[in-house]
């Protein structure tokens, strides 16, 4: 587990973005569509001045040839962020690797998963480092 100290500029990104999130939540509870949340969450962060990209492709590359496969990640906030939304019952594994395969293939440095569930929101939040690769999750100090 990789440890944040509050202090942390990204610790202070990851509870603006978490806070913006509660906001849509409570406004729009459970049962919307993923995509309802994503561009209203957009719409805030925007408005808190972070830079905000929404269903942004991931191409897929075997070697040097790119293939007709693509992902979409649902948001990069200031380019280094990823965002994977969910609006399930709850969060397991599968979505989970989901935004560790997409901090893999962009070398982006972290990633959150946002679930707005019936139960409340809930989100993770994901280190990745350059030099190994590997992903943890960030627990606060």
């Not at 969910?86 to 962009?106: C, E, F, G, S």
């Not at 569930?117 to 100090?141: A, C, F, Q």
Request: charged share 25%.
């Amino acid at each position: 587990m990789n440890l944040i100290d509050r202090h942390n500029k990204k610790y202070e990104f990851f509870c603006e973005i978490t806070g913006e999130a509660m906001r849509v939540h409570r406004e729009y509870h459970h049962g919307l569509l993923e995509s309802a949340y994503e561009a209203a969450l957009k719409y805030l962060l925007e408005q808190k001045g972070f830079k905000v990209e929404q269903q942004v492709m991931l191409p897929i590359y075997w070697k040097t040839v790119r293939l007709e496969q693509t992902y979409r990640m649902d948001l990069v906030v200031n380019g280094n962020i990823i965002i994977e939304l969910k609006a399930i019952n709850h969060v397991d594994t599968p979505h989970r690797r989901q935004l560790w395969n997409y901090m893999n293939l962009t070398h982006l440095p972290y990633g959150m998963l946002i679930n707005f569930s019936p139960d409340g929101l809930y989100s993770e939040w994901y280190h990745r480092n350059e030099v190994t690769g590997e992903i943890d999750k960030i627990k606060l100090m």
